[in-house]
């Protein structure tokens, strides 16, 4: 359903836990074009279209792999409070 979600994805990086994270929000799309672009990637699998508050160039640049955990809210300051109160190093990608 579309909405205001959040994305995060804590990794490593050079050994050290990092955790990005991105704004953004659910958008329908046509049923068409959705199917479409599942088949693109792997229709069997669940799919969901956000649009997020980043330039392309940026995500692909700081996202540290190819899928990612999420929730419907904007929890940014929470999980940017979580890092700092945990000493995990975090990116905010976006707005």
Known sequence: APGRVTLARLA???GKYVMSI???EIIDLPEKKAEEL???VQEEWPHAYVQIEASMDDFLRY??????HGVYGDYTEELV?????KNIEYRVIGK
């Open 12 to 14: 490593r990086v050079n």
């Open 22 to 24: 991105v704004p953004g």
């Open 38 to 40: 599942a088949k693109g």
């Open 63 to 68: 996202y540290p792999c190819n899928h990612t």
């Open 81 to 85: 409070h979580f890092c700092r109160l």
